[in-house]
């Protein structure tokens, strides 16, 4: 694909989500204010990422190898090395909050609506990690999933291979005894690159999630992670040999 045909689809595609998101913030709005109602806005959430990639194209395969039982809360783990892994997080099962950044609450519309239907983190602020913390606990009690990157960001400068998970995830499943399900997103990196050029790729996108993996009591943060870790980077390297 040629650099001026990605500047157009990415421009498209841009323009695309700025505005099915304007038309759609109202619906989001309704679901914010009135008490009890937040969980159909995430509902919303999904249908929006469903249509949003079939408009640019780019269909997800998704593929879900283990049983993932309806109101039953998960902790969806994913490895995170492009942008668009936050906008294909719409495709998680069930009723999830998503763990973002606390920058995203500055986007004018987009930020009032993530801060109210899902959970913002200032990772280099003790307090609010703890405070994330908090918030993800109570959703896992109300039996919403919670979904998150365990890199922490988007830190690797060689994928498909991660860089070390941090331990807050796994703190939490262990204390919550709460399954933990790895996901791997396989081709974004390759899709939208994250090069500071923020240009898109026409391709598929894949999304595999994997088997649960159930907190025993001879398991630690450490096993968890390191079993979480291996999971996907093990389908990351298959995947991307191909």
């Known amino acids: ?78 490895n995170h090395f492009s942008y668009l892994d936050v906008a294909m997080m719409g495709f998680i099962p069930g009723d999830a909050q998503f763990v973002g950044k606390a920058s995203i609450r500055k986007v004018p519309l987009f930020g009032y609506y993530f801060k109210n239907l899902h959970i913002a983190v200032d990772r280099s602020r003790m307090k609010s990690r703890a405070e994330t913390m908090r918030r993800a606990g109570l959703a896992l009690e109300q039996n919403s999933s919670i979904v998150l990157f365990p890199e922490g960001g988007i830190y690797t400068q060689n994928p498909p291979q991660m860089v070390p998970f941090k331990n807050g995830a796994f703190r939490l499943a262990l204390e919550k005894q709460i399954p933990i399900i790895p996901v791997t997103l396989s081709y974004n990196h390759l899709i939208l690159p994250e090069d500071g050029k923020l240009l898109l790729n026409l391709g598929r996108a894949k999304m595999v999630l994997h088997e649960a993996i159930v907190p025993s009591e001879q398991d630690n943060e450490e096993s968890l992670k390191k079993a979480c870790f291996e999971v996907i980077q093990k389908q990351l390297d298959l995947d991307n040999s191909k």
Not at 31 to 47: L, S, T
Not at 55 to 60: E, K, Q, S, T
């Open 1 to 78: 694909m040629s650099k001026i045909l990605r500047k157009i689809y990415t421009v498209y595609a841009g323009v695309l989500f700025v505005l099915s998101f304007l038309l759609i913030f109202p619906f989001f709005l309704i679901c914010i204010w009135i008490p009890g109602w937040k969980r159909f806005g995430r509902k919303i959430n999904q249908y929006w990422a469903r249509i949003y990639f079939t408009l640019i194209f780019m269909p997800v395969h998704r593929e879900i190898r283990g049983k993932i039982e309806k109101g039953k809360p998960y902790l969806f783990l994913a």
